[in-house]
């Protein structure tokens, strides 16, 4: 292929793709595409259709509808072993009694690729994964974390033109994913290879992306930055599903200087900067993070009792109740732990709170 597609098109391209299983609709007219080099994250709860996307594009299923190009060139009817694609799945799944070498080979055998230039890919494979000269041990002399990054090591030999990973990490205990999560990515950035990660742990997409697809029952809900889909929420969904945050119903008495008043149902009233589409009247959602809730002993603050208080080491997480709602807050303890039945005053600024319409769209 020549001329300027070449550079121009996306590494890899879906457009309005869809997969049934039987009747069963997993995947909804998805479209994404992908810059060359980026990580991209899916991030949903499960079923949500993280792994039938990457099994799609990998050729393990059939779309029911649309198309998927990876470096330009339409792929969706490409047999398996013709895409030039790595997997990486929870699992691992590395050849038992393989050793090291020879399952890391085994993609570059199955290309015909000429025996010491295999020898050098193996070993610049293993030097990558930080792993050298254990081309001969087994798989089972190795620790979980060291499995995965062989797992990543034969993934990358081959070159492929983009990484697909399923829940790497997932198999990890909690420090070594911590740990393999950090290393996977400087990983990445070196190699420069264009990823797709699947996750239902926000922590990591939060962590790892350049992107985060968030997705809800086959459909994607937002797609952004970590920043933009953390801070700034679309949906109802994408709002609950990110960190902890407090959903509160009410409507909109009135707007002046940029704020809206709202009346919480069965609640204080609440300021929330007002977003240009605010009208009085509107039935909205206020959303609010736990983090954002703060409480001290201020008397201009709105009144309010503790109800729980949970110690977590440097920070607290509290129930509070205030004029008949719930709040959640969640502290970093700096100066003093609330204790529960105690009364306290809840500060929550304007500009912190973000308006959802009655579909459950942010209101902009
Ligand atoms: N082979 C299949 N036949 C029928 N239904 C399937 C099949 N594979 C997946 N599904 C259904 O499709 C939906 C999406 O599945 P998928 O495996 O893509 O979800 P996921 O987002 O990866 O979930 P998880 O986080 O649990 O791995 C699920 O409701 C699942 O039950
Ligand atoms: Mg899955």
């Not at 038992?96 to 070498?101: A, T, V, Y």
């Not at 996750?199 to 797609?223: C, F, P, W, Y």
Request: aromatic share 4%.
């Amino acid at each position: 292929m020549t001329g300027p597609s070449m550079t121009t098109a996306p590494a890899v391209e879906l457009r309005n793709v869809t997969l049934a299983y039987h009747t069963f609709v997993a995947v909804k007219d998805v479209s994404l595409s992908i810059r060359k080099g980026e990580f991209v994250t899916l991030l949903g709860p499960s079923g949500c259709g993280k792994t039938t996307i990457l099994r799609s594009i990998a050729g393990l299923v059939q779309p029911t509808g649309g198309e998927i190009s990876v470096a330009g060139r339409r792929i969706d009817n490409v047999p398996i072993h013709k895409r030039n694609i790595g997997l990486v799945f929870q699992n691992y799944a590395l050849f038992p009694h393989k050793s090291i070498f020879d399952n890391i080979a085994f993609g570059l055998k199955y290309r015909k690729v000429e025996k010491a230039e295999i020898a050098r890919k193996v070993k610049r494979a293993l030097d990558m994964v930080r792993l050298p000269g254990v081309e001969k041990k087994l798989p089972s002399e190795m620790s979980g974390g060291q499995q995965q990054r062989i797992a990543l090591a034969r993934a990358i030999v081959i070159e492929p033109d983009v990484l697909l990973l399923d829940e790497p990490l997932s198999a990890l205990d909690a420090n070594l994913r911590e740990e393999m999560r950090t290393e996977l990515k400087i990983i990445q950035r070196e190699v420069g290879i264009t990823t797709i990660f699947v996750t239902h742990d926000q922590e990591e997409a939060l962590a790892m992306s350049d992107r985060i697809v968030v997705m809800n029952k086959g459909e994607i809900e937002q797609l952004g930055t970590p920043e933009d889909v953390y801070r700034r929420p679309e949906t109802r969904f994408v709002a609950s599903f990110l960190g902890q945050s407090n959903l509160l119903p009410g409507r909109i008495t009135a707007i002046a200087d940029g704020q809206a008043r709202v009346q919480l149902d069965g609640g204080p009233e609440i300021i929330a900067a007002a977003p240009a589409s605010a009208r009085a009247g509107a039935a909205v959602t206020v959303v609010v993070r736990a983090q954002k809730v703060t409480i001290g002993a201020g008397s201009k603050a709105m009144p309010g009792k503790v109800i729980s208080a949970s110690y977590l080491g440097g920070t607290a997480a509290y129930f509070v109740e205030s004029g008949g709602i719930r709040l959640q807050s969640n502290a970093t303890i700096d100066e003093r732990v609330w204790r529960e039945g105690e009364a306290v005053g809840i500060t929550i600024n304007p500009a912190d709170c973000l308006l959802l319409d009655e579909k459950g769209d942010r209101l902009v």
